[in-house]
Each structure stands twice: as structure tokens, then as C-alpha cells.
């Protein structure tokens, strides 16, 4: 090794060591002392990678076409509202769900107009796009947001207006109702069970 070779390297090790890095052979728990950068501090500001103020987690409902079932997930959304989760229907599937063989009917469509809570029952208007979706898939849609307004706290079933005017919606049996809905009303591979 030559004298430089030599100098770079000491100066490295003195360097680190100055630097006040640990070097312990395992984990240990910090005291609120040596947490940095005020990490602790009641008063520090959000910062990129905390979870945004308004946003909960909320699970929403995917199909999985191998296996002809729905599964939840979660996903992150503005705040505790209904329009919000199911809003995320009508996302596409993130990487990981997509590599999971995950899909939503609903995805890229304007079928949610809007929804709101009533006691139990959840109604969600449903929007010109949804004459768009047509046979299975339309059965498919309804199933995802049959499962993913219940999943909400308190909500039970699930009534489909059109323009403010109940419209027929397919049922897991096959057979059409304008009234509504609940879990029970559709199988599909035991999702929600």
C-alpha cells in the first residue's frame, strides 16, 4: 500500500468514529435522547412518507378473475366519506395488485356519481357509465360495491339509483331487484365471509 493509500483510509476510520455512528453488534432500543432530528418533537410538521391529516385506510373490494372471487385490500383515502372509498373502485389496481391478478369492473369509469349513508343503508347513484358496463362485468361491478360500502362501519345494504330513480340491478342469483342489497345477495367465493 502506498503513504496515500495509507492516509485516505485513517482519515476514513477517525472520520466515522468522529461522526458519533454506533457500531453495535445488535439491535437495541434508543432513548428518547438519541432519536433525531426531533423526530419526538410534539410540534414538528408533517413530512414526506407520514400519512396525510384527513386520510384514513379503508378496504376496498377486487376481483380476482383466477379464482372468481373478490378480495379486499387496503388503500389510503381523503377522508372517512363513503365517496371516497368508493371512489377507489374506479382507480386502477396499484402494481401489486395488478401482479396479483387483481381488477376492478369499475376502473376508469364514471359509473359512482355519488353516495351518501342513511342508518344502515348506504345508497350509491350510480352514473350514465354504468349502462357502459355491460353482462358479467356489470355484475362484477355491483358485487365490488355491494362489498366495499358495508365494509365501512355501520352500513348493511346498498340501494342504486339512477338520476334519483331506483333502477334494477343484477343479484349473485341472477335475478334483477330495484331494492336492496346486501353481501348476502351475491356469492362469490366466500369474499367478506
Known sequence: ??????????????????????????????????????????????????????????????????????????????????????????????????????RSALAGSDVIAGAGTTGNTATVDLGEGFAAVGGSEQLVAISQIVFTAPARPGIEQVTFPLDGRPIEIPRGDGSLTSGAVSRDDYDVGGAGA
Not at 503513504?3 to 466515522?16: C, F, P, S
Not at 432513548?31 to 384514513?56: K, M, N, Q, W, Y
Not at 377486487?62 to 371516497?84: H, K, M, Q, Y
Open 1 to 102: 500500500m502506498t503513504v496515500r493509500t495509507l492516509l485516505v483510509a485513517a482519515v476514513l476510520v477517525v472520520g466515522g468514529a468522529a461522526c458519533g455512528v454506533r457500531t453495535d453488534d445488535e439491535a437495541r432500543v434508543a432513548g428518547p435522547d438519541e432519536v433525531p432530528f426531533g423526530l419526538l418533537d410534539p410540534d414538528r410538521e408533517a413530512t414526506a412518507g407520514d400519512v396525510p391529516a384527513g386520510s384514513t385506510v379503508a378496504e376496498v373490494y377486487l376481483f380476482a378473475d383466477e379464482e372468481a372471487t373478490l378480495v379486499p385490500v387496503a388503500r389510503r383515502v381523503d377522508g372517512p366519506a363513503l365517496a371516497a372509498t368508493l371512489a377507489e373502485l374506479e382507480r386502477d389496481p396499484t402494481d401489486a395488485e395488478a401482479a396479483a391478478g387483481l
